[in-house]
C-alpha cells in the first residue's frame, strides 16, 4: 500500500496534523485512540471502586498509628517512628503533608486511594512498554479490580505506595538489564529504591 502524501513536518501546525491524519486509513487513527480511551476509562472504574463505601468504616489500629504519627512535627515524626513503630518514617512524612490538607477520615484515606490509583496506571503503562497493549489490557483490569488491591487503597498504611513503587523499580530494572541505562534511569533506580526501603520494614523482599 503506498504511503500516504502526509503534509506533517516537523514544527507543524495543528491543522497540517488533521490533514494528515484525513488521509490515514480509519482502522489506523481509531488503534492510536482506542487504547488510551479504554485506559482513561478503566482508571475512572478503578477510583470508583477505590472509593466506594470508603467511609463506611472507622479507622483501625494500625491506621490510627499512622495517623498519630503522622499528625506530629517532622523531627517528632523520626523520634516517635524510631521509639515505637518497626517500619521507617518516609510514608507518614508523606501522610503528615498529605493531612496539611485536611484531617477527616475520608480525606486521610483519600492519600492511600491516589497511589492505588497511581499504581494501575503505573502497571498499565510498565506493561504496555514491555509487553503491548494485549498485555497491558487485562493485567491493568486484573489489579484494577483486586479484591486485595482495594481493600488496600482504603486502609492509611504504606501498602498502595509500596505497590506503586514496587511497578517502578520493576520497569527501572527491565531498563538496566536491557542495557539502556542512563543516568536518569540510574538516578531513578536510586531514588526508588530508597523510598521503598524507607516505607516498610521488610521492603528489601520487593527488591529481590
Known amino acids: 500500500m503506498p504511503r500516504p502524501n502526509c503534509p506533517v513536518r516537523p514544527g507543524a501546525t495543528g491543522n497540517a496534523i488533521r490533514q494528515c491524519l484525513h488521509l490515514l486509513p480509519p482502522n489506523r ?23 466506594a463505601g470508603i467511609g463506611n468504616s472507622d479507622l483501625w489500629y494500625d491506621e490510627i498509628q499512622s495517623v498519630s504519627h503522622a499528625i506530629l512535627s517532622w523531627t517528632d515524626i523520626l523520634a516517635s ?16 503533608l498529605w493531612m496539611l490538607s485536611g484531617t477527616s477520615d475520608i480525606f486521610i484515606k483519600l492519600s492511600a486511594v491516589l497511589w492505588s490509583l497511581a499504581a494501575v496506571y503505573s502497571l498499565a503503562f510498565v506493561c504496555m512498554h514491555i509487553f503491548g497493549y494485549r498485555v497491558s489490557l487485562p493485567t491493568t483490569v486484573l ?6 488491591a482495594i481493600i488496600y487503597a482504603q486502609e492509611v498504611r504504606m501498602y498502595s505506595m509500596l505497590i506503586c513503587l514496587g511497578i517502578w523499580h520493576f520497569y527501572l530494572l527491565y531498563l538496566i538489564l536491557s542495557d539502556k541505562l542512563t543516568m536518569k534511569v540510574w538516578l531513578s533506580t536510586v531514588v526508588v529504591t530508597l523510598a521503598i526501603l524507607y516505607s516498610h520494614g521488610a521492603a528489601f523482599l520487593i527488591l529481590v
Not at 492510536?32 to 485506559?39: E, G, Q, V
Open 81 to 96: 517512628v524510631e521509639r515505637f513503630d518497626p517500619h521507617p518514617s518516609l510514608y507518614y512524612l508523606q501522610l503528615h
Open 143 to 148: 489489579f484494577m479490580s483486586s479484591p486485595l
Open 29 to 51: 487513527v481509531r488503534s492510536a485512540t482506542s487504547p488510551l480511551l479504554i485506559l482513561f476509562l478503566l482508571g475512572l472504574l478503578s477510583l470508583y471502586l477505590r472509593v
